[in-house]
């Protein structure tokens, strides 16, 4: 059982880790939130049916009235459309400012239904209850919530931090292989960002199966790096960048591809590795950093290359949200677990992509 504390004054809340969590999420919620009369459980086609019943149960043994609100699975839901659709849903559930969202799934969920909740009424309490294991070690803390628009991912949204995050690991047993190793990739992140103990415990992990064994120890410890990095730079204006290690490289791969061949994990898996191949030719990284990563990824059945020239990067990188004017902020590391941030011209891109002229 783990317990992490994150510390953001008015708005400081509690990660709580344990099996069998779900079945007493109620109690906790209850404790949490005592003037709540009602919930609604925001959740997809995928988890709904395996876990919205015990979470409502849970739920209404504390009195409250639950009503579940089920959208499609995956990004592609991650919409206006969906939004508004679930805007309806808690209108007619009659939920009022005192009542709450609960978001039960992965990261669409998290960041849709944390919208929802940021913004329905001019804002209600939500807690997350995430299900997958990148919602679980990223998106589910920090209150980052957004809907995608047809331009670009996430363009719409909200820092709106949640009362409480509950994780469940025994959730990750039903999660497929792809999710789990998906998830994977922001775990190895967070050991290249800044955790070099945790980098070699994944690098001693045998296999999936010890992975889901040692699920409550890992995800304490991203979510320990997590809340400490968003209590320093909440609205992401420094510090949390270095959350974005992979990431530019890594959407550019996503985008390039219609968002329909990698994952957002298997994305950032591959940045990881090309960003840092190249910083390793610049002489800004110890050489055979990215080597090691590459080894830890592939562990996990992670991409580590791609089919995409300079031109395909440069061309999906221009319209990331993460520019600002014509310049772009890196993350870098200098050794496994010690990174930091390089502004550069986006004229100065090329060097740090493959085939860049790294010289
Ligand atoms: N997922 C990156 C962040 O929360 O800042």
Redesign the pocket.
């Known amino acids: 059982m783990g317990n992490v504390h994150v510390d953001l004054g008015t708005k400081s809340y509690n990660i709580e880790i344990e099996r069998g969590l779900l079945e007493k999420v109620g109690k906790k919620v209850k404790a949490l939130l005592p003037k709540v009369e009602k919930a609604a459980v925001i959740t997809d086609s995928n988890v709904g049916p395996l876990y919205a019943d015990v979470l409502r149960r849970s739920l209404e043994r504390e009195g409250l009235a639950v009503t579940v609100l089920t959208f499609k699975a995956g990004e592609e839901s991650k919409n206006l459309i969906t939004l508004g659709n679930l805007y309806g849903g808690l209108a007619k559930a009659g939920l009022t400012r005192s009542d709450m969202v609960v978001a039960l799934g992965g990261g669409v969920t998290g960041d849709m239904g944390g919208l929802a909740a940021a913004t329905f009424l001019r804002g209600i309490a939500f807690v997350q209850i995430p299900t997958s294991l990148l919602a679980a070690v990223?998106?589910s803390v920090?209150g980052?919530v957004a809907v995608d628009l047809p331009e670009g991912k996430n363009l719409v949204g909200a820092f709106y931090q949640p009362k409480g995050v509950f994780i469940d690991p025994n959730l990750l047993q039903t999660l497929p292989g792809r999710y789990l190793h998906d998830g994977m990739a922001e775990v190895i992140k967070y050991g290249c960002i800044c955790d070099r103990d945790l980098f070699g415990r994944l690098e001693a992990l045998q296999d999936d199966g010890d992975l889901l064994t040692h699920g409550d120890e890992i995800i304490e410890a991203c979510c320990n790096i997590?809340a400490r990095i968003v209590e320093h730079d909440e609205f992401?204006t420094g510090e949390?960048m270095l959350?974005?290690f992979g990431h530019t490289l890594g959407h550019a791969v996503e985008k390039t591809f219609r968002f329909d061949t990698y994952s957002h994990g298997e994305g950032v898996a591959i940045g990881m590795v090309l960003l840092t191949r190249q910083a390793e030719k610049l002489g800004l990284t110890v050489p055979g950093t990215a080597e090691r990563i590459e080894g830890l990824l592939k562990k996990f059945n992670l991409p580590v290359s791609v089919q995409m020239d300079q031109a395909d990067f440069l061309k999906a990188i221009a319209l990331d949200k993460k520019k600002r004017g014509s310049e772009i902020t890196l993350v870098l590391l200098k050794t496994i677990g010690e990174s930091f941030l390089q502004k550069i011209e986006f004229s100065g891109l090329p060097k740090f992509l493959p085939d860049g002229d790294a010289s």
Do not use: A
Request: no cysteine; hydrophobic share 10%; aromatic share 0%.
């Open positions: 990223d998106s920090g980052k997590k992401d949390r959350l974005n």
